[in-house]
């Protein structure tokens, strides 16, 4: 028989450790932050995932915390772990970050609520009256408006150029400024393709693209005036402009006169692609040009800019890929003090210098765009003044849609191009006629699947205004 002290040994040890650890630790860090300094207490954590903008900002975040408060605490994090952290916050409504750095598609899918759930503070109101919905380019507030309402401060514009191999294209006597239009494109620069090798394919082609290039095809969806939704968050992947794109993608990728190759963007393999010459143009927004130039820099002083050629004369010449807002919490303290914090961040003259002297990025802030910054000789890209370029670009930059179904609706849009870029694999001599009744059959498919998933959403249903029982 045990004693009681036996038995009050065993009990103990029947005792599991871990919670005990987990308790012990919870009371010390709330012990801890009791006893930081007051000073402490009143920082506000800013999450980036961009490592140039984290670079960029620290100069100028230390210049703030000197003379301002709150301490701006600034982190870097991966995408994938703000967007995680950031959903889970909203859907909980908890604490998070008061201030986030965030991409396109990051930030759609924090608008699948009613407008009073998005976890970013509306700054709609806060805009107009300061003037700054006009003083900013208008286009690049569209990634971060969900039914009329505003929920970041854009940080780019984003317009996008082709980038083309200047020393191959000029040796050949080649003039560009001869292209207007993408039939002019495959029709100028068509010479470069007769060289042949042994099998009779063209050692190089004119443009990098594939119908797997999901960002590139929305990019010329929207130049050519079409796009996955409309302004009312309704998709649009049936829109006859779309299919009329995919047809032009088939024939450009799969026909019998392809011009198009696949050369992967953000690839080891794909850079040395573009160093051999293997495609003369590749898309290229600002920001990949900083991607260039420190990645490929054996191609400085051999490759040119040039806008877009249009789909049909007098069209538009550019487009727009990628973007970033800053956001303020919802649950956030302070948040006058957060939006004088955002301004001072993204609306200065030393903000938008820096963003283009170390990141290739041209401000969305009107007023900044006269900077003698923009006009200065860029000697990777042969001498052109190529922040001019762009920002004479910006203001034509299409609107996009903000839907927190982009995702889905991407990857059926994907499904499309390759369905109708097999097709015209099948079939070399099929007609124009007959690759547009494919591309609208795919294209049907994918707005059925897309909008059934839009509609299982009530908040975003409602909005369509649709009669009872469609």
Known sequence: MRTNSDGDAAAIGRIPFGPIVILVAAVASTLLLAARPAQDRHEVRMWTFARLHHQIYQQQVAEWNVAQTPRIDLSLLSLLAIEQRMLSAFLAETTVAELIEVERRNAARAFAGPLESVGFVDLTDRLKAEGLDQAINPA???????????????????????????????????????????????????????????????????????????????????????????????????????????????????????????????SASGNKLLLDGYVIASFVPDWMCNIWRNEIPQLAGKVKLMPLPAWKPGGRRTSVWGGTMLGISRTAANQEALWEFAKYLYL???????????????????????????????????????????????????????????????????????????????????????????????????????????RRNSFVRADFHEEAGQ
């Open 140 to 266: 690049s507030f569209s990634p971060w408006t969900t039914r009329g309402r505003i929920f970041g401060l854009p940080h780019d514009v984003h317009p996008v150029m082709l980038g083309y191999r200047a020393d191959i294209v000029e040796s050949a006597g080649i003039d560009v400024s001869k292209i207007e239009t993408w039939d002019d494109f495959a029709h100028v620069l068509g010479p470069l393709m007769a060289d042949r090798d042994a099998d009779g394919r063209p050692r190089r082609y004119l443009l990098n693209l594939w119908e797997t290039h999901f960002e590139v095809i929305e990019l010329l969806l929207l130049q050519a005036g079409g796009g996955l939704f409309d302004s009312d968050g309704r998709p649009t992947l049936d829109d006859p402009i779309n299919a009329d794109v995919l047809v032009q993608l088939a024939v450009w990728c799969a026909g019998p006169d392809r011009i198009a190759a696949d050369v992967p963007y953000f």
């Open 348 to 454: 200065s003259p030393i903000s938008a210098r820096e963003l283009y002297t170390k990141g290739d990025i041209v401000t969305p802030v009107r007023s900044l765009w006269s900077d003698p910054v923009f006009d200065q000789p860029d000697a990777y890209f042969s001498g052109q003044a190529k922040g001019r370029m762009y920002i004479e670009l910006a203001p034509h930059v299409p609107v996009r849609h903000s839907s927190p179904f982009g995702a889905i609706a991407a990857d059926r849009l994907q499904t499309a191009a390759i369905s109708v870029a097999a097709y015209a694999r099948r079939a070399p001599g099929a007609t124009r006629a007959e690759l547009l009744s494919e591309a609208r059959r795919a294209l049907a498919v994918a707005q059925a699947d897309v909008l059934a998933n839009v």
